[in-house]
């Protein structure tokens, strides 16, 4: 049996503490029971308050039109995810929780609040123009939000940074967009019905062209920048409370205002809705888009950066911080593994990789004094995985970062002697007849 090799030191807190005997109601199965209880109430009410508005054809053709974007807008946000990917479970929470807990609350406090303003004002239209600008915007932003607070709560080794804000808090808003597609579909399916329009002309093509072609990111969009602020909240030393406070506030407070941006689109003329869109929408989306993809390119940084002291202690291969350090190596890695060992060993390679990215976290923020108490545990049972799945993934590993390693170049006179010819460059893959390894390469920061 192989020795593990020595430790690194580690800032971090006591080794250990003495086990702790939770209450029955702190026991994990009955919050998971608790839990699971509570979306599956609130997913019956909320199909059966659906289908009370748009009756059962509505309903089915609703459904088979909302679901369009679903794929599409997961497969993204799993995309942004991939430098260190959250667990499953989480992001099925997000999405049960947005189509069921958040969609059920918002069509209750929605209905009663707007049905309240138009008793209090005797004007139902402006009731319905404030409840559309100012309520619908404040109880649906604070409902969703509240799957992303329950993640940062009680997942906080799943919530590290920006990312897993921006893909909880996204995942969640889709699925409420989900069921709020759903409920527009099918009602303007049924006013087809009564009126007879049928085609390109009915209000279900319109619905769907504005709500599932124009802007499925919509919902997403406003969430994501309550994920932004539990992000920076996530990146804070913990000491900092009213940091850790004020940051998702903040980032709530934005996604009300540009949500109530969006829903007053219809009331700034007949392009309205056209120049939000162009003056907002797309700005907003371009700007978040670009704030994702360089953290995550800050996250590949952080790998390279922080591993190599592992690969000292003898932790980790010479080559691999490189390779953990690039998604095409990481992806080379996998495909390596599945050709030559099979899907298990490719699984093992996936979970090798996001163990490590995780370590480089945790080291991160250890280095930054944002580490948490149960650092030291916490860093054992990372490099412990690691070490179990060490057999497969290292020589993966190693074979994607001499498939992607830059090869110097050749110089610009003959290197051994008159008339020698250099042997053609190759831009990927290893050197033929190598007869020794690639050197570790030096760290390049525009590689990915």
Known sequence: MAIHPPYPTQPGGPAGRAPIHPHWWQRRWVRYGALITLLAMSGLVILALVREQTGTEGFLVGLGLAVFPVPLLVAA??????????????????????????????????????????????????????????IAPVVEESAKAAAVLLVFLFR????????????????????????????????????????????????????????VVMSPFAHPLFTVLTGIGFG??????????????????????????????????????????????????????????????????????????????????????????????????????REYADHHFGKTAARSVAEYEAYATSLAFLRHRGRRGRAGADFVVRERELLDELWRRREIARPALAYAARATTPLPAPPPWPAHGYGYIAPPAQPYGPPAQASAPTPYPAYNPYRS
Do not use: K
Not at 113 to 123: C, E, G, S, V
């Open 77 to 134: 946000f799993r995309w942004l995810d991939r430098v260190e990917p959250g667990p499953w479970r989480n992001l099925l929470f997000s999405f049960a929780w947005g189509a069921c807990a958040a969609a059920l609350i918002a069509i209750v406090a929605n209905s009663f609040a707007t049905r309240w303003i138009a008793m209090a004002t005797a004007d139902p239209s402006s009731a319905d123009t404030l409840g559309a600008t100012v």
């Open 232 to 333: 920076f909240a996530a990146l804070s030393a913990e000491r900092r409370h009213v940091r850790r406070v004020l940051l998702p506030l903040t980032g709530l407070l934005l996604a009300m205002g540009m949500h109530a941006i969006w829903n007053s689109s219809s009331d700034f003329g007949e392009f309205g809705f056209f120049g939000v869109y162009a003056a907002f929408m797309v700005p907003a989306f371009g700007l978040l888009t670009w704030l994702v993809v360089w953290t995550r390119q800050r996250e590949l940084r952080t790998v390279r950066t922080e591993l190599p002291a592992y690969t000292v202690a003898g932790w980790l291969g010479a080559t691999e911080p490189w390779a953990l350090g690039s998604m095409r190596a990481r992806r080379l890695a």
């Open 156 to 211: 906080r080794r799943d919530f590290t940074g920006i990312v897993d804000g921006v893909v909880i808090a996204g995942i969640t808003a889709t699925g409420f967009a989900f069921t709020e597609n759903i409920l527009y579909l099918g009602t303007a399916f049924g006013s087809d019905q009564l009126s007879g329009e049928s085609g390109l002309t009915s209000v279900t093509a319109a619905t769907f062209f504005v709500r």
